[in-house]
């Protein structure tokens, strides 16, 4: 069982549609929980921070943390076709030193 | 604000070689790391720096290495490259690494 899984996609819905992307893991020792957008010959780039279990939200996006059912979760609102692109999650264990372990990512398609 | 850059974009190399890379990072980040991404594992963590010393390093062979510099640059250095060295590098900066990383574009390496 890999560390982290991800449906890797793709995942089609049209514009203005709610998005659900989510990951699973199996080591309860993570305790830092980010989401990256990945465009298409571009480095990934941080969209959602949390730590520990709970809600944040950042203008569109809401990410969700339940540590107890191992279980991540980012949604978009008002989803554009411009939200095109790979969704990675990620996970870390604090500190930094252990790097971060992250999903496959999931491809999305947003239609016009 | 700079971000993070990474150079060269693209690189082929001949099986057998040896290759570095070079990372500046955000100015005033002090920790970075680099992961490899291909299309079959995803990112993966290779290592991570911070005021010079390698904190920790992800699971690859000792023909991959890096260093970090009194600037907080850093080069990794990859010998006798192999055909499944291809994939793309990225670097990633933080002031905080528990806070989240911000990755370059990265290094496009093709190994033939």
């Known amino acids: 069982q890999k560390e982290v899984e991800q449906d890797p996609g793709p995942l089609s819905v049209p514009e203005g549609a709610i998005v659900s992307l989510n990951c699973t893991y199996s080591?309860?020792?993570?305790?830092?929980f980010m989401w990256y957008r990945q465009y298409s010959r571009k480095g990934p780039e941080l969209l959602m921070y949390?730590?520990?279990?709970g809600n944040k939200e950042d203008g569109r996006f809401t990410a969700q943390v339940d540590k107890s059912s191992k279980y991540i979760s980012l949604f978009i609102r008002d989803s554009q076709p411009s939200d095109s692109a790979t969704y990675l999650c990620?996970?870390?264990?604090?500190?930094?030193?252990?790097?971060?372990?992250f999903g496959k990512g999931t491809h999305l398609i947003i239609q016009p | 604000k700079a971000g993070v850059t990474q150079t060269p974009r693209y690189l082929i190399k001949t099986r057998g070689q040896q290759v570095t890379l070079s990372c500046s990072p955000i100015?005033?980040?002090?920790?970075v790391s680099w992961y490899q991404q291909t299309p079959g594992q995803g990112l993966q963590f290779l290592f991570e720096?911070?005021?010079?010393?390698?904190?920790n390093k992800g699971n690859f062979p000792g023909r991959f290495s890096g260093r970090q510099f009194s600037n907080s640059r850093s080069e990794m250095n990859v010998s006798t490259l192999e055909l499944g060295d291809s994939a793309l590098y990225l670097c990633?900066?933080?002031?905080?690494?528990?806070?989240?990383?911000?990755f370059g574009s990265g290094t496009r390496l093709t190994v033939v």
């Open positions: 990620a996970m870390g264990s604090g500190g930094g030193a252990d790097g971060l372990t």
């Open positions: 080591n309860s020792a993570f305790q830092y």
């Open positions: 100015s005033g980040h002090r920790s």
């Open positions: 990633a900066s933080s002031l905080d690494p528990d806070y989240g990383y911000t």
């Open positions: 949390t730590y520990s279990s």
């Open positions: 720096y911070f005021s010079e010393t390698q904190r």
